[in-house]
């Protein structure tokens, strides 16, 4: 059993090593993506949380893939306290997805797969 539970975590460590995390974004960063012009999504969330954890590679692919048409942020609320006041958070992940005038126009509590979000971009009119 022992060996089963030391297996089980190097995978872990293995899993979460195998992709490039973004980097959590800073007040700066956040204000000159909302005034951009291109819409954007937020996900606050944590670096130990397990949801986050699993959105954190769905959120670097669409970071990439949505470059220049859309911006893809994550906020640590553990390394920004303040975010977490700013932004109104009940509970992490939360996905907060703004026009491209920098207004909210929809909020999601919990893990958002792929899809998901794709599909909250497209409805933006992000192709």
Known sequence: MKQCITVFAITLMLAGAAYAELPS??????????????????????????????????????????????????????????????FRIQMIPTQIFFNSQGKEVKRHMGFMDKAGIVKELKTMGVK
Request: hydrophobic residues 40%; contains cysteine.
């Open 25 to 86: 974004a800073n007040d700066s960063t956040v204000q000159q993506a909302l005034s951009s012009g291109v819409p954007a999504v937020i996900d606050l969330g944590a670096r130990h949380c397990i949801p986050c954890k699993k959105m954190a590679p769905i959120l670097e692919s669409l970071a990439g893939e949505y470059r220049g048409r859309a911006t893809v942020m994550f906020i640590d609320v553990h390394e920004d306290r303040d975010a977490v006041e700013k």
